[in-house]
């Protein structure tokens, strides 16, 4: 693996090996979008926002109603960068499914109510206690439209649904930027943004696949086919190593062919 020296290296390192927890993870990633992100701010807005939570037998609906009433909700400005920043969300009071996500668990966390982040395909949900929430509009999720989005994923029903570890959290955080990163076509930042995940995964082959493409659109065919040298060397099959060849003749850097 390349030694990329990135800026926040070491704790993103410290991130998967201390087994930290999902606030610092989006933390992190507040920081890289923001160097100058008020982490201690951060922690009080929670202690404050967890204080505003009031008392019942349903915590999960006080949660909901202490956010609405500060005015949560999903942002109409969705594809910045700023809704994926934790400091920028809870300032705004506007982010998308994950960012929003975190602040309900972290109130939860605080309150030491049982909350999951759910890894659902295409919108990051949460469950508080047992109800299923919509961290976008601040309100249970309705079961007509999750059946709705789980047809339009095509994801079975048992995969749908699996609890999001922090790491979880953290690289579908990632995949976010990168994907706004390669819309903008800064495919710099984009090859930036997944080499944070690379750091944080055990399996790196997928990313390395996608990173061949966005050195090749950043115009570095040479650093692509340094990319597909490590997704050789990784890969689980034949039928990879072939395609991995395919694309390696398409580079314009010679006829090498790479075993």
């Known amino acids: 693996m390349i030694n990329y020296d990135l800026p926040l290296q ?20 507040s920081r890289l979008i923001n160097e100058r992100t008020d982490t201690g701010w951060v922690i009080e807005e ?46 705004t009071k506007k982010g998308i499914p994950i960012s929003l996500a975190v602040v309900v668990m972290a109130i939860g966390d605080q309150l030491q109510i049982e909350c ?6 295409g919108h990051f949900l949460v ?7 919509d961290p976008f509009t601040m309100e249970p999720l309705d079961g007509g439209l999750m059946q709705d989005w789980l047809h339009q994923s095509g994801v079975p029903e048992k995969d749908a649904f699996k609890i999001a570890k922090p790491i979880d959290i953290l690289l579908r955080m990632l995949n976010n930027l990168r994907a706004l990163a390669v819309a903008q076509e800064d495919f710099n930042k984009a090859l930036d943004f997944s080499a ?12 390395h696949l996608g990173r ?26 034949q039928e990879y190593k072939v395609m991995l060849n395919q694309r390696l003749a398409s580079l314009d850097i010679g006829n090498a062919k790479l075993h």
């Open 46 to 91: 929670i202690t404050r926002l967890s204080l505003k939570v009031g008392t019942s037998d349903a915590p999960q609906f006080e949660i909901l109603r202490a956010l609405r009433s500060e005015g949560f909700c999903g942002a109409t400005d969705y594809y910045t960068y700023s809704n994926s920043a934790i400091e920028t969300v809870l300032r």
């Open 196 to 207: 944070y995940q690379l750091l944080l995964v055990d399996e790196p082959f997928v990313i």
């Open 127 to 133: 469950k508080v206690n047992e109800l299923l929430i």
């Open 10 to 29: 070491s704790e993103f390192q410290d991130f998967k090996h201390l087994n930290q927890n999902f606030l610092v993870g989006a933390i992190l990633l």
């Open 212 to 237: 061949i493409d966005l050195w090749d659109k950043a115009g570095l065919p040479s650093m692509a086919m340094k990319e597909i040298e490590f997704a050789l060397a990784l890969a689980p099959s």
């Open 116 to 121: 999951h982040g759910i890894n659902f395909p």
